[in-house]
């Protein structure tokens, strides 16, 4: 389905804005990890509740500006929830490959 959201002009902005939101998540989180022995419950919710709000302004920006076209909105939708999910499934890709050099557990 990626690659068909290349040549869709119209919710390609929402794919590529969905999954740079996702990569600012993913480097939040390792931000966190780099210092294991300092995460705390507070910094830990911190960190889940700045990366979740990320997430719901991009999908209240898709609601605003295309809140007019339903079947634009629901492509849109769509779009992002591919891009949400894009980085994540690479990240599993890489553990399931690389775990065994690196002692990595999924």
Do not use: C, D, H
């Not at 990569?23 to 919710?45: D, H, Q, V």
């Not at 990366?51 to 719901?56: A, L």
Request: hydrophobic share 55%.
């Amino acid at each position: 389905m990626v690659p068909i959201l290349i040549f869709v002009r119209e919710i390609t902005l929402w794919f590529l804005i969905s999954v740079f939101a996702n990569i600012i998540n993913f480097f939040i989180l390792t931000l966190l990890e780099k210092t294991p022995e300092k995460i705390t419950n507070k910094k830990m919710l911190i960190n889940i509740l700045i990366r979740n709000s990320i997430n719901i302004v991009v999908l209240l920006l898709i609601l605003l500006i295309n809140r007019n076209n339903q079947t634009l909105l629901l492509k849109s939708y769509i779009a992002s929830a591919v891009g949400f999910l894009s980085i994540k499934v690479g990240i599993y890709i890489y553990k399931a490959f690389y775990r065994e050099k690196e002692g990595l557990v999924i």
